[in-house]
Nanobody
Framework: QVQLVESGGGLVQPGGSLRLSCAASGLTLRYYAMRWYRQASGKERELVATIAMDGRSAFYADSVKGRFTISKDNGQRTVYLQMNNLKPEDTAVYYC???????WGQGTQVTVSS
């Protein structure tokens, strides 16, 4: 059974950084692409970043391009989202997603505020 558990969210000031982690179990991470989504209060869930199976290519939403970096450590079975230069509009619940299995994590709250 595939399970995803996110961690690393919290409160940060504008311009600050956070690194989100997604611990994956029940799958061999090296064989699958992975995604991060986010959902702000009152808004639809949106795709933030995707990393390819081989970890060599990634896609980013225009709103985070140049500030966020997605990566995965196959040995640690963990997917990361490094978020720099955070803005108040980045405030949302962030979710890890395994598209091949249709499995979501429980989400982690990120709040950017002074």
């Amino acid at each position: 059974q595939v399970q995803l558990v996110e961690s690393g969210g919290g409160l940060v000031q504008p311009g600050g950084s956070l690194r989100l982690s997604c611990a994956a179990s029940g799958l061999t991470l090296r064989y699958y692409a992975m995604r991060w989504y986010r959902q702000a209060s009152g808004k639809e869930r949106e795709l933030v970043a995707t990393i390819a199976m081989d970890g060599r290519s990634a896609f980013y939403a225009d709103s985070v391009k140049g500030r966020f970096t997605i990566s995965k450590d196959n040995g640690q079975r963990t997917v990361y989202l490094q978020m720099n230069n955070l803005k108040p509009e980045d405030t949302a619940v962030y979710y890890c997603y395994a598209p091949t299995f249709g499995v979501w994590g429980q989400g982690t709250q990120v709040t950017v505020s002074s």
